[in-house]
């Protein structure tokens, strides 16, 4: 089964600063990746995916964006964190070409202040 | 707008008590997906439902389809306090080929009192 792995964990940022998170999947190859963003009590929204190394698909328009430099490896990143980037990124694996279901890194807590 | 919507917000119950939580969607869907998250930490996927599918069972849980009304049920039997918990859904668009992008509602916060 998958593995996602997500760090860091926690991270408190001042705004105007860089941030890069990092996902690393293991136990499938080629997978589809995820980034979602959850405000605290509310659903998630879906900030990027990627099929494949080099291809980013972005939902929404926003400060932040997304690299696959390798197969298991999604980044997220900006190059000047806003007050409203704060919440819970979420890094999720999918399969393709199997059931849909998605498996889930344990997140990363961003506060920016 | 959300694509799924769960139904109660918060639900509060006792142990060895059921529970029921319900997710409406808007558009056509290949499956509908159940899943469950701790507090602080990541989801876990529970159960998938297939559009041509009624309902399903995994353990203590019992999910339903109605795709004539867009909705969807959760059941969780003789509940514990471990299950406290979020629980959303997610519903696969019926788009063909590998389904990309899963929409998930705002969740149901289900406690589980001792």
């Known amino acids: 089964s998958q593995t996602i792995h997500q760090w860091p964990a926690t991270l408190v940022q001042p705004v105007g600063s860089p941030l890069s998170l990092e996902c690393t999947v293991e136990?499938?190859?080629?997978?589809?990746l995820y980034w979602y963003r959850q405000a605290a009590g509310r659903g998630l929204q879906l900030l990027f995916y990627?099929?494949?190394?080099?291809?980013i698909s972005s939902e929404v328009p926003q400060n932040l964006s997304a690299s696959r430099p390798q197969d298991r490896q999604f980044i997220l990143s900006s190059k000047k964190l806003l007050l409203s980037d704060s919440g819970f990124y979420l890094c999720?694996?999918?399969?393709?070409?199997?059931?849909?279901?998605?498996?889930f890194g344990p997140g990363t807590r961003l506060t920016v202040l | 707008s959300q694509q799924g919507e769960e139904d109660p917000q918060a639900l509060s119950i006792q142990e060895g008590e059921n529970a029921t939580m319900n997710c409406s969607y808007k558009t056509s869907i290949n499956n509908l997906q159940w899943y469950r998250q701790n507090s602080g930490r990541g989801l876990v996927h529970l159960i998938l439902?297939?559009?041509?599918?009624r309902e399903k069972h995994s353990g203590r849980l019992r999910v339903t389809l109605d795709t004539s009304k867009k909705s969807s049920s959760l059941l969780i039997t003789a509940s514990r306090a471990a299950d406290t918990a979020s629980y959303f859904c997610a519903t696969a668009p019926n788009s063909g080929g590998s389904n990309y992008k899963l929409t998930f509602g705002k969740g149901t916060l289900l406690t589980v009192n001792p």
């Open positions: 990627s099929v494949g190394i080099g291809q």
């Open positions: 439902i297939r559009s041509n599918e």
């Open positions: 999720a694996s999918q399969v393709p070409r199997s059931p849909d279901t998605q498996y």
């Open positions: 136990g499938t190859s080629n997978p589809n």
